[in-house]
């Protein structure tokens, strides 16, 4: 069965966010996962990244119990779990198979040591609404363009009047694309 690990934003939790993925999982029956970070927001800000290997050891964990196709393995987020989705998904030795973000940023780490590099040839959902008040428009379009650069297998999805929000009736269309790409 796939495998969604959906990211909730700064300052969330993740039993919240659960409920933005619930009935799309269910009724194509696959598995979901949407945890809660450590701090008050992913390994975004610096530091030590506390996030990455409890996420490697839940979905090893799920695995166990669960019949997962570990070629559709999805990390997805919003805001600063979009962030986190992009950067940490981009890391080597991670699970995950497909990346897609919304409504986040490309951190700038990816470019620092050479994480964006490991986007080639990757799957990537990249949503942004075009009325984003904290990560803008413009911020995507140039994460677009930097993943294609690199060869990044990218999907762009720019919603006209989308703001800093989660847009659940992009589930479906995110769910096709995880089964064909």
Partial sequence: MPLVVALHGGSGHGRDFLWSWLADARSRQML?????ARDRTW????????????????????AARYPVDRGRVLLTGMSDGATYAL?????????FTHLAPVCGVLHPFLF??????????????????ALDWM?????????????????ARIVYREIEDLSHTY??????KMLDWLMSA
């Avoid at 950067?87 to 699970?95: A, I, N, T, V, Y």
């Fill in 135 to 151: 990560f803008p428009v413009h911020t995507a379009r140039m994460a677009q363009q930097a993943l294609a650069a690199v060869g």
């Fill in 112 to 129: 620092a040591e050479g994480g964006i590099e490991r986007a080639r040839g990757r799957p990537i959902y990249l949503v942004n609404g």
């Fill in 87 to 95: 950067l940490c998904g981009l890391r080597d030795g991670m699970p």
């Fill in 32 to 36: 979901l996962l949407s945890p809660t």
């Fill in 167 to 172: 847009p659940r009736d992009e589930n479906p």
């Fill in 43 to 62: 390994s975004i800000m610096g530091g030590e990244d506390v996030d990455a290997e409890p996420l490697a050891q839940m979905v090893a964990s799920v």
